[in-house]
């Protein structure tokens, strides 16, 4: 895992941004840690955010549309999807990321994508900002969200 090369988050200020995080429930101790570093990120901000529970991370893309279609500025989006011994992970993660990407150029808002796909547990343990992870996606994926409708507001 590298991180090298991560951009510099600038302090975004995220006041009258009204975020939906869209999480999954699979894989509990990470989703737990990827949302409460996108609640951290967000608070920081100062955004206003509610949490969206869905069943796992094929489901995100079509709640993240009707979150954004009822007036949310953005949406981060969490999931865990780890690699087994069946194609399983590549049509979920392949119809996650490409619905994901969807919602966000059908609706002109921005979905901060903080869907860790991964060969073992371990590796999103690493990833989901727990005491003892190395990075926090759900931070970054909130934060990438933030940046981007501050630069929609900003161009409107």
């Not at 090369?5 to 894989?27: E, M, Q, S």
């Not at 995100?60 to 979150?67: C, N, W």
């Not at 590549?90 to 966000?104: C, F, I, K, M, Q």
């Not at 921005?110 to 759900?138: N, Y």
Request: net charge negative; proline share 3%; glycine share 12%.
């Amino acid at each position: 895992m590298s991180v090298e090369g991560a951009p510099k988050a600038d302090r975004i200020d995220g006041t009258g941004l009204n975020v939906v995080v869209v999480a999954g429930t699979w894989h509990e101790t990470i989703s737990e840690g990827l949302i409460a570093g996108a609640q951290r990120a967000l608070d920081a901000a100062g955004a206003t955010h509610a949490l969206v529970r869905v069943p796992g991370s094929f489901e995100l893309p079509v709640v993240a549309k009707a979150a954004l279609d009822r007036g949310a500025d953005a949406v981060v989006a969490l999931g865990v999807i780890i690699r087994g011994g069946t194609p399983h992970f590549e049509y979920v993660s392949s119809a996650a990321t490409d619905g994901l990407t969807r919602v966000a150029l059908d609706t002109g808002k921005p979905v901060g994508f903080g869907v860790l796909t991964t060969d073992d547990e371990q590796q999103g343990l690493d990833r989901a900002g727990l005491a003892d992870s190395m990075e926090d996606k759900g931070a970054e994926a909130a934060e990438a969200a933030l940046a981007t409708a501050a630069v929609l507001r900003d161009l409107r």
